[in-house]
């Protein structure tokens, strides 16, 4: 099914100091269950990925002992 740019409902997010864009992916409902946990697995591993990057090179960094 091909969509045109105007009838994909784009939504962005913020979260912390980043914006995510969300948007509809084309045959994600045929993938098998396997592929759709990782691609789960790898979004929350991108999120997670944002703090620590944060928690190692920011000013106000943890304190590594």
Not at 2 to 28: A, E, H, Q
């Amino acid at each position: 099914m091909n969509k045109s740019t105007n009838d994909i409902n784009y939504s962005i997010n913020k979260f912390s100091d980043i914006k995510i864009l969300k948007y509809t992916v084309d045959g994600f409902e045929n993938l098998c269950l396997n592929k759709k946990i990782l691609i789960y697995y790898l979004s929350q591993a991108a999120l997670s990925g944002h703090d620590i990057i944060f928690d190692q090179n920011c000013k106000y960094n943890l304190i590594i002992t």
